[in-house]
C-alpha cells in the first residue's frame, strides 16, 4: 500500500534558529502514523542543522534543489551527490525555478536524472500557468512537462518517483482563487493516464501522484479524499506550527480513519 505523503515547502524561510523552533513545534503536535510519511523540506542552509534534530519516525527531509552534476567547477551550486546522505527526495521543477530561475524542461530532465541517479528520490513539479489554463493547454503543457521530465528514465526508475501537480494559478493565492478539487482530479488522471502510455500498468499504479496549491488544514481532505491523489504539496501552510499538523491530520483521517495513530508523544 502507498503511504500518503505530505510534503512541507518552506521555500527560501526561516533561518537556523527559526527552523529549528518550527521542528520543536511540529515535533510536540504531528504524531508517527505507518500509512503516512511527512516530508519537511528546509533551505539548503538549514538541511544540515534539521537533520540532526528531527524526530526520524516522524520526519525525511527533502532539499527544495540541486544541480544535476555530481561536482566540479559550478560555483555556487549544490549537487545530489552531496545530498544523498542528507535527504531523501528533492524536490525539481517548481513553478518558482521554472518561472524565476527559468530552468527549461531539460534541465528539469538532466536534475531528475541525477536525483535517481544519486538514490534520491525526485519530487517532480508540473502544472500550467493561468494564461495557459486559459488558453486550453493545461493538458499540452502537463505532458509536455512529464514526458520530458521522465525521458530518461527506465519504467522501474519511475514506479519510485513522485509527480506533483501544481497549477501555477492555484499556487498562494489564500482568499484568491481556488483550485476545484474536482477539476484537479481529472489532471491528476491526465498524468495517470500518461505514465501508462508511456511506462506501462505497474509504474502508473506505483508513481506517487500529490497535489500542491494553497492548501490548508480545511481544504486538505478535499484533495487528499481524490482517487489519483496520493499526498500533498503545501507551500504557505507548512510554515505555520498549526495549519500544517491539521493538514498530517487530514491525512491521518483519510488514511485510516480518526484514532489509531501509533502515539509516540504519550
Ligand atoms: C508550493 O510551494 O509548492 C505551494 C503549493 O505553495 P502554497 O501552498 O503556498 O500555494
Not at 537533520?51 to 544535476?68: C, G, P, T, V
Request: charged share 25%; proline share 3%.
Amino acid at each position: 500500500m502507498k503511504r500518503t505523503l505530505i510534503v512541507g515547502n518552506w521555500k527560501m524561510n526561516l533561518n537556523t534558529h527559526e527552523a529549528s523552533l518550527l521542528v520543536k513545534r511540529l515535533n510536540d503536535k504531528i504524531q508517527v502514523h505507518r500509512d503516512v510519511e511527512v516530508v519537511l523540506a528546509p533551505s539548503l542552509l538549514t538541511l544540515q542543522p534539521i537533520s540532526l534534530e528531527i524526530d526520524r519516525r516522524k520526519f525525511r527531509l527533502a532539499a527544495q534543489n540541486a544541480y544535476y552534476k555530481d561536482e566540479g567547477a559550478y560555483t555556487g551550486e549544490v549537487s545530489f551527490t552531496m545530498l544523498r546522505d542528507l535527504v531523501n527526495y528533492v524536490i525539481i521543477g517548481h513553478s518558482e525555478r521554472r518561472i524565476y530561475f527559468e530552468e527549461s524542461l531539460e534541465l528539469i530532465r538532466d536534475k531528475v536524472q541525477a536525483a535517481v541517479r544519486n538514490g534520491i528520490t525526485p519530487i517532480l513539479c508540473v502544472g500550467e500557468t493561468q494564461n495557459q489554463r486559459a488558453a486550453g493547454e493545461t493538458s499540452r503543457v502537463v505532458h509536455d512537462q512529464v514526458v520530458t521530465a521522465l525521458s530518461n528514465l527506465t519504467a522501474e526508475e519511475v514506479e519510485g518517483i513522485v509527480i506533483a501537480y501544481e497549477p501555477v494559478w492555484a499556487i498562494s493565492t489564500f482568499g484568491g482563487q481556488v483550485a476545484k478539487p474536482d477539476d484537479m482530479e481529472k489532471v491528476l488522471k491526465l498524468i495517470r493516464h500518461q505514465i501508462t502510455e508511456l511506462y506501462g500498468d505497474k509504474a502508473a499504479a506505483s508513481v506517487r501522484l500529490i497535489y500542491g496549491g494553497s492548501v490548508k488544514g480545511d481544504t486538505a481532505s478535499g484533495y487528499l479524499a481524490l482517487e489519483d491523489c496520493d499526498g500533498l504539496l503545501p507551500g504557505s501552510a507548512s510554515l505555520n506550527y498549526h495549519q500544517f499538523p491539521d493538514i498530517v491530520a487530514a491525512a491521518y483521517r483519510q488514511t485510516r480513519g480518526a484514532g489509531d495513530e501509533e502515539k509516540s508523544n504519550g
